[in-house]
């Protein structure tokens, strides 16, 4: 059975940084492509950062320059990194693992954390 455990999700005041972790089971790990995604209420769910199977990173503007994603194989897990948070930050936060290759095709997604920017 496959799982994404998201965790590190929580109340930061305006400012602050927080960690999220995903970690991953039922999968080879090492071959997924990963991702963090979020979710505003009333809003589409976006890409936030995504590390490639080999270690390349990406981006989006809503958080480039204040987040890191990074991976950690023999864990089994990605995690984000945010720093000097914002109330637009507030979101359900999602991990997602995917793998596409001429053999086989999947992709996983965690239950989301939640993240909550306030003071």
């Known amino acids: 059975q496959v799982q994404l455990v998201e965790s590190g999700g929580g109340l930061v005041q305006p400012g602050g940084s927080l960690r999220l972790s995903c970690a991953a089971s039922g999968i080879v790990f090492s071959i997924y492509n990963a991702g963090w995604y979020r979710q505003a209420p009333g809003k589409q769910r976006e890409l936030v950062a995504a590390?490639?199977?080999?270690?390349?990173?990406n981006y989006a503007n809503s958080l480039k320059g204040r987040s890191t994603i990074s991976r950690d194989n023999a864990k089994n897990t990605v995690y984000l990194h945010m720093n000097n948070l914002r109330p637009e930050d507030t979101a359900v936060y999602y991990c997602?693992?995917?793998?596409?290759?001429?053999?086989?095709?999947?992709?996983?997604w965690g239950q989301g954390t939640q993240v909550t920017v306030s003071s």
């Open positions: 997602n693992a995917a793998v596409s290759n001429p053999f086989f095709k999947n992709d996983f």
């Open positions: 590390i490639t199977s080999g270690g390349s990173t």
